[in-house]
C-alpha cells in the first residue's frame, strides 16, 4: 500500500487483550503509510469491548470469540450493524508449574471435572481429578470473566460457565506469574501467551475423547490448530468492524491494510499466531469488500472449518 500523506483522521478500536498484539502491529504498520491517521487500540477484553462498540464509542472491536446473542442483541438495540472479520487462528493453551511432575495430559473430561460450577469447594485436591494424582491442592488461573478468552474456555469446556474460586485476570502476565510460582497451579491463557513464557511454564496436552480425531493426547501447536485436531480449544480470532463507519477513507484503508495478505500473514505470525491458509484471508475480504453484515461464527460452530463458515 503506498502512502497516503493526505489520509487523516482517527480509528478508535478496544476489545481483546488476546487480538491486542496483532491488532497494535498492524497500527504500528499503517503509521508508516498513513501518518496523519490515529488509530488507537485499547484492551478491556472480549465483553469489555463490544459493550463499548455497541454503544457507538469504537469504530472496531477485537473479539476473541465470535459475537454472542446478547450482544447482537445490544447491538441492534443501537441500530449498530457490523462486519465479522476473522484475521488468525489461537489455540488455547492449558498449562501447569514447572514442577508438576504428575500430569502429562489432561482429558476433556477432567478439564469439566475441574473447571464446572459444580466443582466450587468440591474438587480442591488433584487426587479428586484422577486416581493417582498426588494429594495436594488445586490451584486454578485462569482469564478473567470479561475476557473472550474466559467465555471460548467455559463454553467448550464446562458449558458457558465456571466455578468462581479461581485467581482470574486479564493481564497474561499475572496469571504466568501465578502457575509459574505456585507448584499447585493449573490453568489456562491463549497459546501465544505461553510461547512467549515457555521456559517458566509446562504444556499440558488434551485429549478430547474423540476416536475420529486420532488416538490420544495433543499438544496445541501451529499445526495442531491449523489442521483442527488441538480439539476443543481452538478458534480463530476477529475484528468486527461497524458498518456505519466501513466508507470512511481512513477505516476503509486501514481494514484494507490489515486484510493485506502479505500484511496479515506476517503480522499474525510475527506476535505469535496462527495465519489462515490464503483462501481463508481471500474469503475475509470479500465479506470486507462487499461490506457484508451479521455473525456466522459461534462457539458450538467451533469443529467447522473457518472457509466454510465464511462460504456460508
Known amino acids: 500500500m503506498p502512502a497516503t500523506p493526505q489520509l487523516s483522521?482517527?480509528?478508535s478500536v478496544d476489545g481483546s487483550s488476546t487480538v491486542y498484539p496483532?491488532?497494535?502491529?498492524?497500527?504500528?504498520?499503517?503509521?508508516r503509510v498513513a501518518p496523519d491517521v490515529q488509530v488507537t487500540v485499547g484492551i478491556s477484553g472480549t465483553g469489555g469491548g463490544f459493550k463499548k462498540f455497541c454503544s457507538g464509542e469504537t469504530d472496531i472491536s477485537d473479539a476473541s470469540r465470535a459475537i454472542t446473542a446478547e450482544e447482537v442483541e445490544l447491538c441492534a438495540q443501537s441500530g449498530i450493524e457490523y462486519i465479522e472479520l476473522p484475521v488468525a487462528y489461537d489455540g488455547l493453551a492449558v498449562m501447569v508449574n514447572p514442577q508438576n511432575v504428575w500430569v502429562d495430559y489432561l482429558t476433556v473430561e477432567e478439564l469439566k471435572t475441574i473447571w464446572e460450577p459444580d466443582a466450587q469447594g468440591v474438587i480442591t485436591n488433584w487426587n479428586q481429578v484422577r486416581p493417582g494424582f498426588p494429594d495436594r491442592p488445586l490451584s486454578l488461573y485462569g482469564a478473567g470473566t470479561d475476557?473472550?478468552?474466559?467465555?471460548?474456555f467455559v463454553e467448550v469446556i464446562?458449558?458457558?460457565d465456571s466455578r468462581g474460586d479461581f485467581q482470574a485476570s486479564e493481564d497474561d502476565n499475572v496469571l504466568v506469574q501465578g502457575?509459574?510460582?505456585d507448584t499447585n497451579a493449573i490453568g489456562f491463557f491463549g497459546l501465544a501467551y505461553y510461547e512467549e513464557n515457555a521456559d517458566r511454564?509446562?504444556?499440558?496436552?488434551?485429549?478430547?475423547?474423540d476416536p475420529s480425531n486420532g488416538d490420544g493426547p495433543i499438544e496445541p501447536s501451529a499445526e495442531t490448530v491449523q489442521n483442527g485436531t488441538y480439539r476443543p480449544l481452538s478458534r480463530p480470532i476477529?475484528?468486527?468492524?461497524?458498518?456505519?463507519?466501513?466508507?470512511?477513507p481512513e477505516v476503509v484503508a486501514f481494514v484494507d491494510f490489515y486484510l493485506a495478505s502479505q500484511n496479515v500473514r506476517e503480522l499474525v505470525a510475527e506476535v505469535g499466531y496462527i495465519p489462515f491458509p490464503e483462501d481463508v484471508y481471500a474469503l475475509a475480504r470479500q465479506r470486507w469488500?462487499?461490506?457484508?453484515?451479521?455473525?456466522?461464527?459461534s462457539a458450538q460452530s467451533a469443529t467447522i472449518p473457518v472457509a466454510e463458515l465464511l462460504r456460508r
Not at 147 to 152: E, I, K, L, R
Not at 238 to 248: C, L
Not at 289 to 295: A, K, L, Q, V, Y
Request: glycine share 12%.
Open 158 to 160: 464446562s458449558g458457558g
Open 289 to 297: 469488500e462487499s461490506r457484508r453484515t451479521g455473525t456466522t461464527f
Open 238 to 248: 476477529f475484528i468486527y468492524v461497524k458498518a456505519s463507519e466501513a466508507d470512511r
Open 201 to 209: 511454564l509446562k504444556l499440558v496436552a488434551v485429549d478430547d475423547g
Open 179 to 181: 502457575i509459574a510460582t
Open 22 to 31: 496483532v491488532t497494535e502491529a498492524m497500527a504500528e504498520e499503517f503509521r
Open 9 to 11: 483522521g482517527r480509528v
Open 147 to 152: 475476557s473472550g478468552t474466559y467465555d471460548y
